[in-house]
């Protein structure tokens, strides 16, 4: 993205600039964001592979501005929705100003990590974040520590992403390193995604959190209908839930629709607090068996 000049009056000193957060799914990088942005922009779960964009969080000050980008875990699946998955920390890694690849401090290191330390550990502008050091006892989290420092000159922080506990320490790092330049949006932007696209993501939250095994990863979600009515003061909000087999439409559903009305009323709920107001929202079920694989399907979903 080239810089715009949004100036006015920035001083000579301002800073601003890209900061992609990578690492395998699950280690905390959707919630380190909302962290960092003070409110929640990209949707977490206990499952792997919950984020499946390139999302940005925008935090500006008077002195700067970064652009937090929250990027999917990193697999190697072949499916057509995997390979949208890596372009995106493709993307992000290759526009990144600041490189900021997180670690689960109870997890430790996989060749996953391994590989991006080789690529990136000795350049100056790599941090590493070890997460979740709130669950992770001393004697686990400090031979991870060694092991890293042998494996970059960047900062390693330990931080828990969860608990906000040495992410100051982990900001100023960022900002000390983070190259002067004009703001890219304007102050008032936290997200460059927009609302039915943040809608879609509460939506596939809940299927995450409810529901179980391949379900959550078999699910999409097309927004087929967004819209303000001036007479009725709500958006009303249509959506398909695309799901891979006839079985897990059922389960979707669930007895007596109660499943489907659980979800559909927490998404409700949260979707009202983001737009700020009524939401009328009504959910469908599809059955798609390949719709990972179907450039249409994927485009529907918002991907590509
Ligand atoms: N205890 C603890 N749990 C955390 C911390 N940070 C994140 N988690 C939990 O770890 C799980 C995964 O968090 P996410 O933020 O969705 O992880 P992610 O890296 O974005 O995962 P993907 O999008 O799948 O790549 C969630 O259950 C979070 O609540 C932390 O600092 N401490
Ligand atoms: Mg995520």
Known sequence: MEKKDLSNNQSPSFKSGFVAITGRPNVGKSTLLNTFLGRKISIV?????????????????????????????????????????????????????????????????????????????????????VNKTDVAKADKVMPLLSQLSQKTSGDIIPISALGGENIDVLLDKIISILPAGSRFYSQDIITDKNHRFLSAEIIREKILLYYQQEIPHGAGIAITQF????????????????????????????????????????????????LGGKVFLSLWIKVKPNWKESLSSLKQLGYY
């Open 45 to 129: 779960s206990p499952k792997p592979q919950t984020t499946r964009d390139k999302i940005s969080g925008i935090l500006t000050t008077d002195g700067y501005q970064i652009i937090f980008e929250d990027t999917p875990g990193i697999n190697n699946k072949k499916d057509g929705l995997s390979k949208h998955m890596q372009k995106c920390i493709n993307a992000a890694l290759s526009g990144g100003d600041i490189i900021l690849l997180v670690v689960d401090a109870f997890k430790g290191l996989s060749q996953t990590e391994e590989e991006i330390l080789d690529r990136y550990g000795k350049s100056q502008n790599f941090i590493c974040a």
């Open 227 to 274: 819209e303000y009515s001036e007479q009725k003061q709500l958006t009303e909000i249509y959506a398909e839930i695309y799901c891979e087999k006839q079985s897990h439409k059922k389960i979707i559903i669930g007895k007596g629709g109660l499943s489907l009305k659980k979800t559909a009323s927490s998404a409700r709920k949260d979707i009202e607090e983001l």
